[in-house]
């Protein structure tokens, strides 16, 4: 009953036969919900790991999507060893190589700002109730390369009601852990660190954004934000922060690390828009990663129908 989807091939075809299994007797074992198996599985790192899973852990009763695009998926090497993580180094193969002993677990999120339920969150609290979902995301990075992306999370929108955020928090917030003696690209100054992002609550509320917790049907990998990260697949990359460790209810809108960075270059908004180009680059074009010829971007990556009406009388142009 647990093991629904019996014969996935994606996971069987990427993963040894025999490890495969192992693994699944585990989970049988031990996992009730998607959710339940998540927290189980991130909780057993050590043991999973142990077993000698090539790449990741296995979750469980992860629910399809109608927000999944059909296009066809890059391959797990792709989305785990093409990343931006400065905290990791700014070379794309670095996060793969430098955040193989990050330390996702145990893991507590801090509530702060304009809401009810402040203070610290353990992850397992994070994900009590939610049903976890694969969603499969186009992924537009403001360096103009893109991927498929299949991301398995859950609402943003339902942890916020967690939170009870009260009427004057108009924004949130979020932060990555900032630990040099884990995170080496810390110690050059290439940021501002802690790395800081933030959506307007509108934003933030709208069902397509998600906080991510795996990949492929595991558990998330290091590089790509381990343990909670954020998507928000009508945005530009920089908006999907990763290893998150804070969130925050304001009142006014939040100072972006890379808005800080280069103002002219990254705002707030950071909307994909192929007619507004970045000030060194165009952005009406983008590389799918595993693709030869480019392709055209979409206005909102091709959220429009779901995203635009947010922006409604906004001047695209101004709030880039
Ligand atoms: N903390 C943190 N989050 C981050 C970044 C970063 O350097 N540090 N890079 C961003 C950028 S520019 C992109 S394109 C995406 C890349 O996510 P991926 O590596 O999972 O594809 O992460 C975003 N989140
Ligand atoms: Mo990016």
New binding site residues.
């Given amino acids: 009953m647990l093991i629904k989807r019996a014969p996935d091939i994606r996971s069987s075809e990427i993963t040894d036969k025999k490890l495969y299994l192992n693994r699944r007797e585990f989970i049988r074992a031990t996992s009730v919900t998607a959710a339940a198996a998540a927290v189980g599985v991130l909780g057993a790192d050590t043991l999973i790991a142990a077993k000698g899973a090539p790449h990741g852990r296995k979750l469980e009763n992860i629910q399809k999507s109608r927000f999944s695009t059909t296009e066809k998926l890059n391959a797990w090497e792709d989305?785990t060893s093409y990343?931006?993580?400065?905290?990791f180094g700014v070379d794309k193969d670095a996060p793969a190589d430098q955040s193989r002993n990050f330390k996702t677990q145990p893991w507590t999120v801090t509530v702060d700002g304009e809401c009810n339920k402040k203070g610290a969150m353990n992850l397992e609290d994070v994900l009590k109730g939610e049903t976890l979902e694969e969603r499969i995301y186009r992924?537009r990075?403001?360096e103009a390369w893109s991927m498929i992306i299949p991301w398995v999370g859950f609402p943003l929108a339902n942890f916020i009601k967690k939170c009870e955020p009260t009427s004057k928090a108009k924004y949130i917030e979020f932060t990555?852990l900032y630990d040099s003696k884990q995170m080496p690209g810390t110690r050059v100054p290439v940021l501002r660190w802690p790395?800081v992002e933030g959506l307007r609550m509108d934003e933030a509320l709208h069902p397509l954004t998600i906080l991510v917790v795996g990949l492929y049907d595991e558990v998330l990998p290091n590089?790509?934000?381990a343990p909670l990260r954020l998507a928000v697949p009508w945005k530009y990359?920089?908006k999907?922060?990763?290893?998150i460790v804070k969130v925050k209810f304001t009142e006014k809108q939040p100072y972006n690390t890379w808005q800080e960075q280069a103002p002219n270059e990254y705002g707030f908004y950071a909307n994909v828009n192929p007619t507004v180009d970045h000030p060194r680059w165009s952005q009406a074009t983008e590389r799918r990663i595993g693709e030869f010829l480019r392709r055209k971007t979409l206005m909102f990556n091709g959220y429009g129908d779901q995203v635009a009406s947010l922006y409604s009388g906004m001047d695209l142009r101004r709030n880039y």
């Fill in positions: 989305i990343n931006n993580y400065y905290e992924h990075c403001v990555t790395y590089q790509d934000g990359g920089f999907h922060i990763k290893s």
